[in-house]
């Protein structure tokens, strides 16, 4: 079994920083490529970011120099360092990976975290 497990999220204010972290573990033999999504109230799940394990790095024109993503490989690790949230950055985020396990090549989801930005 491959878990995502995602952790940082919260409450900021306008202006202000988060990081958020997702672990992968369970019985995983390569991990591609690792990403993050996020979903506002009424809106469709959107691509924020996106690092390949080259660590090569796609961006959200949205998020776009306030946003930065990297890994460590060797520890299964995705990060999201959010500077200058806006209020419309609030959303529930999601990690994703695409993980070769035991079981295969999948596409795996964290639970979700909640990030709010008070104006």
């Known amino acids: 079994q491959v878990q995502l497990v995602e952790s940082g999220g919260g409450l900021v204010q306008f202006g202000g920083s988060l990081r958020l972290s997702c672990v992968a573990s369970?019985?995983?033999?390569?991990?591609?490529?690792m990403a993050w999504y996020r979903q506002a109230p009424g809106k469709e799940r959107e691509l924020v970011a996106m690092?390949?394990?080259?660590?090569?790095?796609t961006y959200a024109d949205s998020v776009k120099g306030r946003f930065t993503i990297s890994r460590d490989n060797a520890k299964n690790t995705v990060w999201l360092q959010m500077n200058s949230l806006k209020p419309e950055d609030t959303a529930v985020y999601y990690c994703?990976?695409?993980?070769?396990?035991?079981?295969?090549?999948?596409?795996?989801w964290g639970q979700g975290i909640q990030v709010t930005v008070s104006s």
């Open positions: 994703n990976a695409d993980i070769a396990s035991r079981f295969g090549l999948r596409d795996y």
């Open positions: 369970g019985s995983i033999l390569k991990i591609n490529d």
């Open positions: 690092i390949n394990s080259g660590l090569m790095t």
